[in-house]
């Protein structure tokens, strides 16, 4: 299929230089290091850190897990954040989301420093961004803004859709997109007439945790659809927001799940932590 877009295979050949730039950083001395807290036994959760662990291994980033139990409370868990904020051989944090519903989400990122918030979701990092000033950003939408780079994608006046407003998403996706003059629409759950939106997209961004949600009559021939969804369907089988058999046949370029924006978050995540790490040799 020449319209797929390969996230997994773009997401190995930056690899080849940020493996590099790892070698070089521990030559001058520094060791790249990412610390991951993971609260909780949430399966997709696990998949999605290991995967992270994989990568950090693969390019000789050192990577440790903080594994919490679901019910621990959240000072403990600011506690743990603190202990990694004060590690000055630490360079990225993040704390795997979604977290245990006691626990607030805000609380915990605002707790993370800034300069070591490698997911980019602390009000600072979101500040810069939407300032057009971006520092750390949201990996899954850095990683898609690589992905249309990466197939030459000029976005100058596209329309986009994103059907998604959170924090991990929509929202900094479509900053990153107006910044390169697209003119971007976030859609929800309460939008009105959303097929008759999505059929006015250049690209269509879908992120919905709804498998199949995505139909082809909700896309036009030739449109760019990127789907950051990750759905079991009654089989158990990975599959993304998008009926991929019908709108694949129709879009100009799809990403597959899996293998699409997947692999493009973690690889985005592993440069920033090796950004943030090079700051420690200036
Ligand atoms: N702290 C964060 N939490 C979450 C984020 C995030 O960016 N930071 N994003 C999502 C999940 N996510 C990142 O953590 C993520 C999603 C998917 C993948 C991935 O490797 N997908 C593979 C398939 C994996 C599988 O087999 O199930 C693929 O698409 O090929 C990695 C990371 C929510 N939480």
């Known amino acids: 299929m020449n319209n797929l877009i390969d996230g997994k295979a773009i997401a190995n050949e930056l690899a080849v230089s940020l493996r590099q730039s790892v070698a070089e950083l521990k030559r001058s001395g520094v060791q790249p290091k990412l610390a991951v807290i993971l609260v909780g036994d949430n399966s997709a959760s696990a998949i999605y850190v290991r995967n992270k662990g994989r990568r950090a291994e693969e390019l000789g980033i050192s990577f440790r897990l903080i594994h919490l139990p679901a019910t621990v409370n959240e000072a403990e868990l600011l506690r743990n954040i603190e202990q990694l904020n004060q590690d000055s051989g630490v360079d990225g944090i993040l704390v795997q989301l979604p977290l245990p519903?006691?626990?607030?989400?805000?609380?915990?990122?605002?707790?993370?420093?800034?300069?070591?918030?490698?997911?980019?979701?602390?009000?600072?990092?979101?500040?810069?961004?939407?300032?057009?000033?971006?520092?750390?950003?949201?990996?899954?939408?850095?990683?898609?803004?690589?992905?249309?780079?990466?197939?030459n994608i000029d976005l100058t006046g596209q329309n986009v859709v994103i059907i998604n407003r959170s924090n991990i998403v929509g929202r900094p996706l479509a900053a990153l997109m107006l910044q390169q003059d697209a003119t971007v629409t976030i859609a929800h759950s309460k939008t009105k007439n959303l097929p008759e939106l999505t059929r006015t997209a250049d690209i269509l961004v879908s992120a919905t945790g709804r498998a199949a949600f995505v139909t082809k009559d909700m896309v036009h021939p030739g449109a760019i659809v990127i789907d950051v969804g990750m759905n079991r369907d009654e089989a158990g089988k990975l599959v993304g927001d998008v009926d991929f058999a019908a709108v694949s046949k129709k879009a100009g370029l799809i990403t597959p799940v899996p293998g699409g924006v997947g692999p493009m978050t973690v690889i985005t995540l592993m440069q920033q932590v090796v950004e943030i790490a090079k700051k420690r040799k200036d």
Request: charged fraction near 15%; aromatic fraction near 6%.
């Open 101 to 151: 519903a006691a626990i607030n989400e805000e609380t915990v990122i605002n707790a993370i420093a800034p300069e070591k918030d490698v997911d980019g979701f602390s009000p600072v990092n979101f500040g810069h961004l939407w300032q057009n000033n971006p520092a750390i950003i949201p990996s899954t939408a850095g990683g898609i803004m690589t992905l249309l780079k990466a197939k």
